[in-house]
T-cell receptor, first 114, second 112 residues
Framework: DAGVTQSPTHLIKTRGQQVTLRCSPK?????VSWYQQALGQGPQFIFQ???????QRGNFPDRFSGHQFPNYSSELNVNALLLGDSALYLC?????????????FGPGTRLTVL | GENVEQHPSTLSVQEGDSAVIKCTYS??????FPWYKQELGKGPQLIID???NVGEKKDQRIAVTLNKTAKHFSLHITETQPEDSAVYFC???????????WGAGTKLIIKP
């Protein structure tokens, strides 16, 4: 049973560029959430996708956008990269109709903005 | 909105001893409290969770307790081993709100 997978593992970009990160959820899960984790801090919620729609969004600017595909996989796009966007980006999957918010995380994508 | 505070930020214990990490939350409507373990360079791993209709849950050497009245919950690790060294995060969530609100993390160091 495959867990949550993310690609790429590491990424280096320069300010002003755009980046796309990818995530495949755990088998049987139809919901994907994205988090940003700065060094030494807890993850911060970016948004959650369910049934190919953004279901909830955290306090992140419109430069952060996403997409969910019919197979439940998801992409996170960040435009006009800033130095402060350097972080570990985590994808988490969960069963969409669960009463409790059980989320299982992938290994993350380490983004460095120079 | 919900706020989760976690203490201590660093905890050093002798191998074989017990470790306790504590969290408090502010939103009385929160009803789900997971604990995650994060090793260096990896994503958080769910190690145990508790729901608001339960006061205590145990899984081998790990246990979590919840006090809804005081709005705090704790992680207990007994017979600590070197592989328990990691950063541990608590989180809170409530039905209808899909984000997890995280504590700041506790770095657990197991001394040989």
């Amino acid at each position: 049973d495959a867990g949550v997978t993310q690609s790429p593992t590491h990424l280096i970009k320069t300010r002003g560029q755009q980046v796309t990160l990818r995530c495949s959820p755990k088998s049987g899960h139809d919901t994907v959430s994205w988090y940003q984790q700065a060094l030494g801090q807890g993850p911060q919620f970016i948004f959650q996708y369910y049934e190919e729609e953004e279901r909830q969004r955290g306090n992140f600017p419109d430069r952060f956008s996403g997409h969910q595909f019919p197979n439940y996989s998801s992409e996170l796009n960040v435009n006009a990269l800033l130095l402060g966007d350097s972080a570990l980006y985590l994808c988490a999957s969960s069963p969409g109709q669960g009463l409790y918010n059980e989320q299982f995380f992938g290994p993350g994508t380490r983004l460095t903005v120079l | 909105g919900e706020n989760v505070e976690q203490h201590p930020s660093t905890l050093s214990v002798q191998e074989g001893d017990s470790a306790v990490i504590k969290c408090t939350y502010s939103d009385s409507a929160s009803n789900y409290f997971p604990w995650y373990k994060q090793e260096l360079g990896k994503g958080p791993q769910l190690i145990i969770d508790i729901r608001s209709n339960v006061g205590e849950k145990k899984d081998q050497r790990i246990a979590v307790t919840l006090n809804k009245t005081a709005k705090h919950f704790s992680l207990h690790i007994t017979e600590t081993q070197p592989e328990d060294s990691a950063v541990y995060f608590c989180a809170a969530s409530k039905s209808g709100n899909y984000q997890l609100i995280w504590g700041a993390g506790t770095k657990l160091i197991i001394k040989p």
